[in-house]
């Protein structure tokens, strides 16, 4: 499934994660914007570390920042869609990160 054939899909249809999943990935067919999304997931990581070990909380803010930031610049500038987010931000949430564990895998390429 491409972007193109999902744009008419709204993801408030989906009544559970594993019916979302598929869609969430299809939103993400273009490598840049997968990469992006890695990035920022990776820098959002490096955020709560250094929040944990500091003892500085708005490390976690930045982290949120940065994450949506490089996730929303792959899909406005790269997959040319609007991020899932917008309609189901937990799924989308719990999605990045499956996405980011499937990377790490190998199940999804970077």
Known sequence: MTSANTASVDPKTFTSFAYFYPFYLSEHSNRTCRRLHFAGSTLGLICLALAIWQGQPWFIALGLFLGYAFAWMGHFGFEKN??????????????????YADIWAGRVKL
Do not use: C, T
């Not at 609007?82 to 996405?99: E, I, Q, T, V």
């Open 82 to 99: 609007k991020p899932a987010s917008f309609k189901r931000p937990l799924y989308s949430f719990m999605g990045d990160w499956k996405m």
